[in-house]
DNA sequence: CAGGACTGCTTTGTATACACGGGACTTGGC
DNA sequence: GCCAAGTCCCGTGTATACAAAGCAGTCCTG
């Protein structure tokens, strides 16, 4: 299944622009296997939602304007609000927060002396872990699943903005909050605060809002360096 | 593409229970169809959330607990709560509103003048149309994208209580509570009141929850005709 | 000149045959 | 007697050939 992974890259890449109409037969010979397979791969994009099914068959590649990528962040965030929240309703076990409590320290060592000192790899690393163990709290398989499949989407994803290529001064600022966030998140769970703990991973999501609108207005280039932003067109 | 309506029938049905493994060539047999549309069939289902892929290929029918329906309706209210707050925070068209009037007014037609008195087969068809439209007014494609495929699970579906075959009185009683949501839910959203709007929603979704309560512990012989409580297992 | 129908091509849908991989059972050796 | 290795079977992955459907372009007719 290396042919998954490398029209998925493709797409990514922005080698197929969103529209764009994905032709079994050519695809076949550009990934050098039959028919068949091509199928079951784009099946699986489709799941994925970078693709979309054709009336009449065939696949497109989805097109994602800047207001969908807004409200696919502002989705990320509410589900994840959702998770926060039952995780905090329905208690979490000791075990649960120590595990918690222990990435929110690996993220806290991620932070330098000076004030714009951040090991952005190992922030990266733990930021993701710490989203994973978050929504796998809320004990609820049916939301951890939903959650998953809209993180799915790179640009909405908890670490869209910390791939180790862009080190930009405006997303490693947002980090001190983002870890305060991370902190408050945790209390609030701790002290089964539902609604705080919802609203605060809400808040914590636009962030991500925030650095995608510098990202389109205030430095454009970072659109090729993002992933998932080449995926972006009016 | 008969066999994929076959199939779902049969899953939502019964024919096989949760966790259930589908072979290929048996249910190629079955359906009277060869392989290569099974997996295509299996696909599909598996997109729609019926079934789950097996880590080495294959699939097995999902298994959902009460909780999980609990837990699919709640995710349900959130997402159409989302809709419905960002329907009101960007603001409705007055065609848009006139729209909900309009199918407000036919709910509204639908009780007769005895205090249980409904017609439920009109009801549940204007029901469904409300959410659907209330949706739509989100003006966000990825939210309506993703509130339909959590509809999709047919216990968690805005109508999943209202089937004509389930003239219920515990049920019946609860349609002038939703419609009285109902109404409170436009008048949020004409007010621009995005919170109101959103737990409005999320409380509208419960009344589902509260039947389903209602379904599987007071009155079992429900599980086997309100559509889609034969998924649920344990 | 315009509209409709027919034909041909392009593209997906379906069937079938073959390949590959994994797990279980059996057999042989220690 | 137990463990390990090999083989066989079951099930999915892949390729290919063929069928059917949709679309467009052209030609014919009114």
Redesign the interface.
Known sequence: MRALMELRKKILSGDYPGGTRLFEVPLAETLQISR?PV??VM??L??EGLLDRLANGGFVVRSFTY??AV??I??RG??EG?AAR?AAERGVSQAGMDQLGEILARLEACFGGGPDEVDLEAYSEANAKFHAVLVGLSN????QR?VER?TRLPFASPSAFLSSRTHVAAFRQSLHIAQDQHRSLVAAIAGREGARAEFLAREHARIARKNLEYAVYENPELMLTVPGLVLLNS
């Open positions: 068949t199928r079951e099946s699986r489709a799941e207001a969908d409200d696919a502002e989705l509410v589900l959702t039952l609820s398989s049916v939301v939903e809209a």
